[in-house]
């Protein structure tokens, strides 16, 4: 089983250009959510993923949008990159059964707006 | 809304020490508990959760409690190894919408020397 597979692993961006981040979730999940986690922050919750609708929605902007497939793999879409969206990307996939299921994590993309 | 809070760090301890990291949580109905860890320069991996008051979760020699009365979720280990040197993270799962989101506190850093 090979898990939460987040790709690319480090990216480097320029103010204003656009970035997609793309996650694969573990066999069997059906779910997806993308958080945010600044250095030395915890993750941030930005939005979730389910039978293709963003079904919840944390506190960032529209410049942040995603899309779930057929296959439940999922990508996240930052526009006009700020200094400030500089973070760790971290997908997260789970089965949808409620909240005491577990969310297995990918190991994040790193990304750095210069 | 929801919110976690967790004792800042750095923790620093020596082998065989006791470890004690609080967490404190806010929320308007049940939410499941979670401890996640992270290592550096990977993602995050469930330590263990408590999905209901007085449930004590537990995995690899560390436990919590899920204390409704005091709205606490403290991590315990009695005896902590260098290779538990990482970042600990406590965790709610919104119970709202039946879909999980986490919300996390800004982690506690520990440090374990020889």
């Known amino acids: 089983d090979a898990g939460v597979t987040q790709s690319p692993t480090h990216l480097i961006k320029t103010r204003g250009q656009q970035v997609t981040l793309r996650c694969s979730p573990k066999?069997?999940?059906?779910?997806v959510s993308w958080y945010q986690q600044a250095l030395g922050q915890g993750p941030q919750f930005i939005f979730q993923?389910?039978?293709?609708?963003?079904?919840q929605r944390g506190n960032f902007p529209d410049r942040f949008s995603g899309h779930q497939f057929p296959n439940y793999s999922s990508e996240l879409n930052v526009n006009a990159l700020l200094l400030g969206d500089s973070a760790l990307y971290l997908c997260a996939s789970s089965l949808y059964r409620g909240s005491g299921t577990e969310a297995f994590f990918g190991q994040g993309t790193r990304l750095t707006v210069v | 809304g929801d919110s976690v809070t967790q004792m800042e760090g750095p923790v620093t301890l020596s082998e065989e020490a006791f470890l004690t990291i609080n967490c404190t949580y806010t929320?308007?109905?049940?939410?499941?508990l979670f401890w996640y860890v992270q290592y550096p320069g990977e993602g995050l991996q469930l330590l263990l959760k408590?999905?209901?008051?007085?449930d004590k979760g537990s995995n690899k020699g560390f436990e919590a409690t899920y204390r409704k009365e005091t709205t606490s979720f403290h991590l315990e280990k009695g005896s902590v190894q260098v290779s538990d040197s990482a970042v600990y993270f406590c965790?709610?799962?919104?119970?709202?919408?039946?879909?999980?989101?986490?919300?996390f506190g800004t982690g506690t850093r520990l440090l374990v020397s020889p």
């Open positions: 066999s069997g999940h059906d779910t």
């Open positions: 965790a709610l799962s919104d119970t709202n919408t039946g879909f999980q989101k986490l919300v």
């Open positions: 993923y389910y039978e293709e609708e963003e079904r």
């Open positions: 929320a308007t109905g049940y939410p499941s």
């Open positions: 408590a999905t209901k008051a007085d």
